[in-house]
């Protein structure tokens, strides 16, 4: 009945948001390249690719979990360099980053729309041999086509947020018609095994991987350098910096009150924003207009002294951007809810600071703040005030930084260990030692 019903009720469901969905890939960008492969039309080359080798197909959703995966598959192409990736992605951003990352074994594509038709032609193109989900996404379709074509799939750093599990309970007995098709899931954390237990997973499909995101080895390698494009602008390298990172709607104009508390100490201090979504730029540029401080964007280089406040308008360089930083703000935890990622700025060895609303990350912020190895504000004057006394206190900088590695090295060895789990999927082995 769950099946009959999905089938029946998705399609109306999806003619519903496309307007919405179409007119948010058009704000994004670079959607119309590939776009048929969301309804599994795949170019001649890319067909002819796919009858060669043995191919896993890797999903993932947008930047984050693509990165997760290009870890991932450093890992197994290390140990299986025959293999062949299909990473496939739903977000235009994700996949232009995938398709500049590419190599000859493995290839991006994007994720096809979870109706029937498309996923049987994905799979009789791709022929993968095992599927490997990452984080949260479980598409009903995808998995119910290839649990009756006898196709292991795996689901990988499996995060819930407070929200996912109570909305993950609430339907928890319709979940149990996709989650019981899982071969295995590997876990973040210990303290998840209870829900997914309660989803119809039973003790033996239960591993406990930890995080490949927060895994402080096997990380991509060094990325840009981007100090001289700082100096392009005019950027001192005694300029002291504060990066907002991935920045939610109302947290940019929270970072300009703080820029002008910084500068009754720190007049030469400079404010680098990198939103949430590059395609409210300009949106930010208009509402920081009455200001009264210069802006600048990064793709629109411009002569004159240098910009107070640099908007990042540009997607997959936030990791790299990291290391010009003097200090961290993780948006999306002031003004909006869930917070974002804070590992890639601590593995950068850059002091971190956060709102309270993190609850898409609440296990890595509990350990941080357990150990002193970030710091929680609530408004744009307690943020300066942080700031400030980051860029005084060399020593508490330092520890900070120290501290925060410190909370990430319960996931050291989550790459491997994910790989490993993979591997045993995919050849039809166990994985005992990694059991919750």
Same mark, same amino acid.
């Not at 104009?253 to 949430?276: D, G, K, N, V």
């Given at each position: 009945?769950t /099946?009959f019903?999905?089938q029946l009720?998705?399609?109306?469901?999806?003619?519903?948001?496309?307007?919405c969905?179409?007119?948010?890939?058009?704000?994004?960008g670079?959607?119309?390249?590939?776009?048929?492969?969301r309804?599994?039309?795949y170019?001649?080359?890319l067909?002819a690719?796919?009858?060669?080798?043995?191919?896993?197909?890797?999903?993932?959703?947008?930047?984050?979990?693509?990165?997760?995966?290009l870890?991932?598959?450093?890992?197994?192409h290390?140990?299986?360099?025959a293999? /062949?990736?299909?990473l496939?992605?739903?977000?235009?951003?994700?996949?232009?980053?995938?398709l500049a990352?590419q190599?000859?074994w493995?290839v991006?594509?994007?994720?096809?729309v979870?109706?029937?038709?498309?996923?049987r032609r994905?799979? %009789?193109?791709?022929?993968?041999?095992?599927i490997?989900l990452?984080?949260?996404?479980m598409?009903?379709?995808?998995i119910w086509?290839?649990?009756?074509r006898?196709?292991?799939?795996?689901l !990988?750093?499996?995060?819930?947020?407070?929200?996912?599990?109570?909305r993950y309970?609430?339907?928890?007995?319709?979940?149990?018609?996709?989650?019981?098709?899982?071969q295995?899931?590997?876990?973040?954390?210990?303290?998840?095994?209870?829900l997914w237990?309660?989803l119809?997973?039973?003790?033996q499909?239960l591993?406990?991987?930890?995080?490949v995101?927060?895994?402080?080895?096997?990380d991509?390698p060094?990325?840009?350098d981007?100090?001289?494009?700082l100096?392009a602008?005019?950027?001192?390298?005694?300029d002291?910096?504060?990066?907002?990172?991935?920045?939610?709607?109302?947290?940019?104009?929270?970072?300009a009150?703080?820029?002008?508390?910084?500068?009754t100490?720190?007049?030469?201090?400079?404010?680098?924003i990198?939103?949430r979504?590059?395609e409210?730029?300009?949106k930010?540029a208009?509402?920081?207009?009455?200001?009264?401080?210069?802006?600048?964007?990064r793709?629109d280089p411009?002569?004159?002294?240098?910009p107070d406040?640099?908007?990042l %308008?540009?997607?997959?360089?936030?990791?790299?951007?990291?290391?010009?930083?003097?200090?961290?703000?993780m948006g999306?935890?002031l003004?909006g809810?869930g917070?974002?990622?804070p590992?890639?700025?601590?593995?950068?060895?850059?002091p971190?600071l956060?709102?309270?609303?993190m609850?898409?990350?609440?296990?890595?912020?509990t350990?941080?703040?357990?150990?002193?190895?970030?710091?929680? !504000?609530? %408004?744009?004057?307690?943020?300066?005030?942080e700031?400030?006394?980051?860029?005084?206190?060399?020593?508490?900088?330092?520890?900070?930084v120290e501290?925060?590695?410190?909370?990430l090295?319960?996931?050291?060895?989550?790459?491997?260990?994910?790989a490993?789990?993979?591997e045993?999927?995919?050849?039809?082995s166990?994985?005992?030692q990694?059991?919750?």
């Amino acid at each position: 009945m769950t /099946r009959f019903l999905y089938q029946l009720l998705f399609p109306l469901a999806f003619l519903v948001i496309l307007p919405c969905y179409l007119a948010r890939m058009f704000r994004r960008g670079g959607y119309r390249r590939d776009f048929g492969q969301r309804f599994a039309h795949y170019s001649p080359e890319l067909r002819a690719r796919f009858e060669h080798g043995e191919w896993i197909w890797v999903h993932a959703v947008s930047v984050g979990e693509l990165l997760i995966a290009l870890k991932l598959l450093d890992e197994l192409h290390r140990r299986h360099p025959a293999w /062949r990736f299909a990473l496939s992605s739903t977000t235009s951003t994700a996949h232009a980053l995938a398709l500049a990352e590419q190599t000859d074994w493995w290839v991006p594509i994007y994720t096809p729309v979870d109706l029937s038709p498309f996923v049987r032609r994905a799979l %009789d193109a791709i022929r993968p041999r095992a599927i490997v989900l990452t984080e949260s996404e479980m598409w009903p379709n995808f998995i119910w086509t290839a649990q009756r074509r006898r196709i292991p799939v795996v689901l !990988i750093n499996a995060r819930v947020s407070p929200r996912s599990a109570r909305r993950y309970l609430r339907f928890a007995s319709v979940l149990r018609q996709v989650t019981r098709h899982l071969q295995a899931v590997g876990l973040q954390e210990k303290s998840h095994a209870g829900l997914w237990a309660r989803l119809g997973l039973s003790a033996q499909r239960l591993h406990l991987t930890g995080s490949v995101k927060y895994d402080p080895a096997g990380d991509l390698p060094p990325g840009r350098d981007f100090r001289p494009v700082l100096a392009a602008f005019g950027f001192m390298p005694s300029d002291p910096i504060l990066l907002g990172g991935s920045t939610h709607e109302g947290e940019e104009e929270i970072l300009a009150q703080c820029l002008r508390i910084l500068r009754t100490r720190f007049p030469a201090a400079r404010l680098l924003i990198a939103p949430r979504h590059v395609e409210r730029t300009a949106k930010i540029a208009a509402s920081l207009a009455p200001s009264g401080y210069r802006i600048a964007r990064r793709t629109d280089p411009q002569a004159g002294p240098a910009p107070d406040i640099l908007l990042l %308008d540009t997607t997959g360089e936030l990791r790299d951007w990291y290391a010009c930083a003097d200090a961290v703000f993780m948006g999306k935890s002031l003004a909006g809810s869930g917070g974002q990622n804070p590992v890639e700025a601590i593995l950068a060895g850059r002091p971190v600071l956060f709102g309270p609303r993190m609850g898409n990350f609440a296990a890595l912020r509990t350990a941080l703040l357990a150990v002193g190895g970030a710091v929680e !504000i609530h %408004d744009a004057e307690q943020l300066a005030a942080e700031t400030i006394r980051l860029w005084t206190d060399p020593a508490y900088r330092a520890k900070l930084v120290e501290n925060a590695g410190c909370a990430l090295r319960p996931h050291l060895g989550a790459t491997l260990r994910t790989a490993e789990l993979v591997e045993n999927v995919v050849m039809g082995s166990d994985s005992p030692q990694t059991r919750v």
